[in-house]
T-cell receptor
Framework: EPEVTQTPSHQVTQMGQEVILRCVPI?????FYWYRQILGQKVEFLVS????????KSEIFDDQFSVERPDGSNFTLKIRSTKLEDSAMYFC???????????FGQGTRLTVV | AQSVTQPDIHITVSEGASLELRCNYS??????LFWYVQSPGQGLQLLLK??????LVQGIKGFEAEFKRSQSSFNLRKPSVHWSDAAEYFC????????????FGSGTRLQVQP
């Protein structure tokens, strides 16, 4: 069964460092998303991406965040200068064109120290 | 304010007992509705969805959910819970068809007693 894969599963980074989280969405999907879940809190939407551009973003997705589809298979989330409060589980998801259900990866746990 | 509410933070049921997890939403129109499950250390798995039509929807793992417009609810049910159902369950909505971002409830943690 096709699935969304995320790497790494866990990343530790120092405050102020740049970090890139990677995702391989399901191959025939055209919409890609990033969500995050701070420990003990609800899952929050960050950004959606379609046709090589951001289609929606939340107020959380400020200038320190960026997304990219560098090739035909990967989808990345970059955090430019990490803060302690960026520590969270980051989920990538994808969905087919015309479908609203999103399929999620296993997540990357980001720890900023 | 528009929101998704899961009133029960934590529920414990005995194996074999029935289960109902509550979800309420406050949006003007009927949103698209979803239930996801997150097992420990795992990602979010889609259990079922409601877009329109029959208000009782069947999902994977023996789960079903009923949409009740009058109550703005989309409760998840299972007739007989298995120990492997222990997990966190999230109700989520897409508020309108012009957007795709999911808004999640705060989740209900299900514990299953032998």
């Amino acid at each position: 069964e096709p699935e969304v894969t995320q790497t790494p599963s866990h990343q530790v980074t120092q405050m102020g460092q740049e970090v890139i989280l990677r995702c391989v969405p399901i191959s025939n999907h055209l919409y890609f998303y990033w969500y995050r879940q701070i420990l003990g809190q609800k899952v929050e939407f960050l950004v959606s991406f379609y046709n090589n551009e951001i289609s929606e973003k939340s107020e959380i997705f400020d200038d320190q965040f960026s997304v990219e589809r560098p090739d035909g298979s990967n989808f990345t989330l970059k955090i430019r200068s990490t803060k302690l409060e960026d520590s969270a589980m980051y989920f990538c998801a994808s969905s087919e064109k015309g479908q609203f259900e999103a399929f999620f990866g296993q997540g990357t746990r980001l720890t900023v120290v | 304010a528009q929101s998704v509410t899961q009133p029960d933070i934590h529920i414990t049921v005995s194996e074999g007992a029935s289960l109902e997890l509550r979800c309420n939403y406050s949006y003007g129109a009927t949103p698209y509705l979803f239930w996801y499950v997150q097992s420990p250390g795992q990602g979010l798995q889609l259990l079922l969805k409601y877009f329109s039509g029959d208000t009782l929807v069947q999902g994977i793992k023996g789960f079903e959910a009923e949409f009740k417009r009058s109550q703005s609810s989309f409760n998840l049910r299972k007739p007989s819970v298995h120990w492997s159902d222990a997990a966190e369950y999230f109700c989520a909505v897409v508020p309108d068809t012009g957007r795709r971002a999911l808004t999640f409830g705060s989740g209900t943690r299900l514990q299953v007693q032998p």
